[in-house]
């Protein structure tokens, strides 16, 4: 899902960046308020090494496309929305300057996809759902998170006049469709394993 430099003309670019600047501030903001997040800088550097490690790997799929898990969000879950946010723009910069995954001029759009709106949609999605029941929470979350993300970036390059809406549907679609349901399994099995192993990290969630 990473966009290299190069796709996206500079004029859309930058307001890509301006949006994730605005959003970095308010995260900044946040976390200064947070009397936590000192408690939590070991943690959310584990999980942002986890997640450029889990993101970078590519897993041969039936459909012939390399399939690319997020993490972010079962990081969102277990930190919550800005230090999930957080562990994702670091993540992003780590794999555009050491590992050639996206780009500078494109980290913008990249972060709005995979840090803004797929924090979001998790985080909300989650605690709508949590009441109910918290396999659904966690599964429904993950998976419309990875959708919100994929309809983004496919709107994203919609803009830039590079391929159709009818062939980035095609291709994107289905492709993260099953990464969403093979990753909410999957959260479901580690939220669970950590629930009963070390329940008190889930207690880190709280989002002031």
């Given at each position: 899902?990473?966009?290299?430099?190069?796709?996206?003309?500079?004029?859309?670019?930058?307001?890509?960046?301006?949006?994730?600047?605005?959003?970095?501030?308010?995260?900044?903001?946040?976390?200064?308020?947070?009397?936590?997040f000192n408690k939590q800088v070991v943690l959310t550097?584990?999980?942002?090494?986890?997640?450029?490690?889990?993101?970078?790997?590519?897993?041969?799929?039936?459909?012939?496309?390399?399939?690319?898990?997020?993490?972010?969000?079962?990081?969102?879950?277990?930190?919550?929305?800005?230090?999930?946010?957080?562990?994702?723009?670091?993540?992003?910069?780590?794999?555009?300057i050491f590992l050639g995954m996206g780009g500078i001029?494109?980290?913008?759009?990249?972060?709005?996809?995979?840090?803004?709106?797929?924090?979001?949609?998790?985080?909300?999605?989650?605690?709508?759902?949590?009441?109910?029941?918290?396999?659904?929470?966690?599964?429904?979350?993950?998976?419309?998170?990875?959708?919100?993300?994929?309809?983004?970036?496919?709107?994203?390059?919609?803009?830039?006049?590079?391929?159709?809406?009818?062939?980035?549907?095609?291709?994107?679609?289905?492709?993260?469709?099953?990464?969403?349901?093979?990753?909410?399994?999957?959260?479901?099995?580690?939220?669970?394993?950590?629930?009963?192993?070390?329940?008190?990290?889930?207690?880190?969630?709280?989002?002031?």
């Amino acid at each position: 899902m990473h966009i290299p430099d190069g796709i996206i003309p500079l004029a859309q670019a930058t307001i890509y960046w301006v949006v994730s600047i605005i959003f970095l501030l308010i995260i900044s903001f946040k976390l200064s308020k947070d009397k936590m997040f000192n408690k939590q800088v070991v943690l959310t550097a584990v999980l942002t090494a986890a997640t450029v490690v889990a993101t970078s790997v590519s897993i041969p799929s039936p459909m012939g496309i390399p399939m690319h898990f997020f993490l972010i969000p079962l990081v969102v879950m277990i930190l919550g929305l800005y230090k999930g946010a957080l562990v994702s723009f670091l993540s992003l910069v780590f794999q555009s300057i050491f590992l050639g995954m996206g780009g500078i001029t494109t980290l913008g759009a990249n972060f709005l996809v995979m840090g803004i709106i797929l924090s979001l949609c998790v985080y909300f999605v989650y605690n709508l759902f949590l009441d109910v029941n918290n396999s659904v929470a966690i599964f429904l979350s993950t998976l419309i998170g990875i959708m919100g993300a994929t309809f983004a970036q496919i709107f994203i390059l919609m803009l830039t006049n590079t391929t159709s809406f009818n062939v980035l549907l095609a291709s994107l679609l289905p492709f993260y469709l099953v990464v969403g349901i093979l990753e909410g399994l999957i959260n479901i099995f580690i939220l669970g394993f950590i629930k009963r192993v070390r329940p008190e990290i889930l207690g880190l969630s709280a989002d002031t």
